[in-house]
């Protein structure tokens, strides 16, 4: 069993930053690829950053750049930082692990809300 917590949401102005926070209850990097999804009002959840337990990351193609994951394997912490945030960035950001136990078996956090706005 995981239980994962976001945190760093919040309010932030267009071209502004911000850095999630995605925090484990037990050490899990070595065994689980962990990725940042994100929910739009109105929209599906969509795949922002995964990385594996061997420190390969992956993106999103539309975010070029601007978002970096990166984990603190002795905190048990995933981050996600973001950078030239635009409105269209506006969503539900989950923390997620996936980890193989017989089949894969993902575990989520409740999300923490940005909202990028004048």
């Known amino acids: 069993q995981v239980q994962l917590v976001e945190s760093g949401g919040g309010l932030v102005q267009p071209g502004g930053s911000l850095r999630l926070s995605c925090a484990a209850s037990?050490?899990?990097?070595?065994?689980?690829?962990m990725a940042w999804y994100r929910q739009a009002p109105g929209k599906q959840r969509e795949l922002v950053a995964s990385i594996t337990s061997g420190g390969s990351t992956n993106y999103a193609d539309s975010l070029k750049g601007r978002f970096t994951i990166s984990r603190d394997n002795a905190k048990n912490t995933m981050y996600l930082q973001m950078n030239s945030l635009k409105p269209e960035d506006t969503a539900v950001y989950y923390c997620?692990?996936?980890?193989?136990?017989?089949?894969?078996?993902?575990?989520w956090g409740n999300g923490t809300l940005v909202t990028v706005s004048s």
């Open positions: 997620n692990a996936k980890i193989y136990s017989g089949g894969f078996v993902y575990y």
């Open positions: 037990r050490n899990i990097f070595s065994i689980a690829t």
